[in-house]
């Protein structure tokens, strides 16, 4: 889950839609993001290795040369596209919490563990496509790069959703719960009797406990 501002080239979406004479919308924008919408479209239905420039230009309506115009490469927008559905995760997670300013952080912590557990199914295409992406970062500096920012971008929003505090060790506590939240998305794509929720996470995190550090 990335926090929204971790998308170098996204905030171009974001921006106020350039607009000709007449005032209407320039096409420019309107494909950039009907290929986003595609690409995540694609991530949720296909596999990654049928998820081609084709597939994504024909799901968005859009052709070829505009996915290298507007992102450079197939597997950039591919990321970003990634990038973008693990912050709208994120916001049915925060969505899911309510009123947070009302909870105390280990109400706040369990209830984020329901939200996630009960829409973890329906975004395993995009799961899988993650994978995909943290594998080819490791060859292409550009998608290391907003991979990298995404995480640590995301780190202080976690830390504010869950009331871990908005200094270091509260940023360092949220990256931990980002490393357990993917580790466990990752184990279960390998085998689904992997996953380890409801009571039995409960259980685990209270038996993790007794070996932590105390302060």
């Given at each position: 889950m990335f926090n929204r501002d971790s998308k170098q080239m996204y905030n171009f979406i974001q921006a106020e839609p350039r607009r000709g004479q007449s005032g209407s919308v320039s096409p420019q924008?309107?494909?950039?993001?009907?290929?986003?919408?595609?690409?995540?479209?694609?991530?949720?239905?296909?596999?990654?290795?049928?998820?081609?420039?084709?597939?994504?230009?024909?799901?968005?309506?859009?052709?070829?040369?505009?996915?290298?115009?507007h992102f450079g490469s197939k597997d950039a927008l591919v990321t970003e596209a990634v990038i973008e559905g693990l912050d709208r995760w994120l916001e049915e997670v925060a969505s899911g919490l309510g009123e947070v300013g009302s909870q105390a952080p280990a109400e706040r912590y369990r209830r984020a563990g329901e939200v996630i557990e009960a829409t973890r199914r329906r975004h395993t295409g995009l799961a899988r496509n993650m994978v995909a992406a943290l594998a080819k970062a490791q060859h292409d500096p550009r998608i290391r790069e907003m991979l990298a920012g995404g995480f640590d971008r995301t780190r202080p929003t976690v830390a504010s959703l869950l009331g871990l505090g908005d200094d270091e060790a509260g940023r360092d506590a949220a990256g931990l719960t980002l490393a357990l939240f993917y580790g466990l998305l990752f184990q279960v794509l390998l085998d689904p009797d992997l996953a380890i929720e409801g009571g039995r996470l409960e259980r685990a995190q209270a038996r993790l406990r007794g070996i932590l550090p105390r302060d």
């Open positions: 924008r309107s494909n950039r993001s009907n290929l986003i919408e595609g690409t995540l479209r694609c991530l949720e239905r296909l596999p990654p290795e049928r998820i081609t420039a084709r597939a994504i230009a024909e799901e968005s309506g859009a052709n070829l040369a505009s996915i290298t115009y």
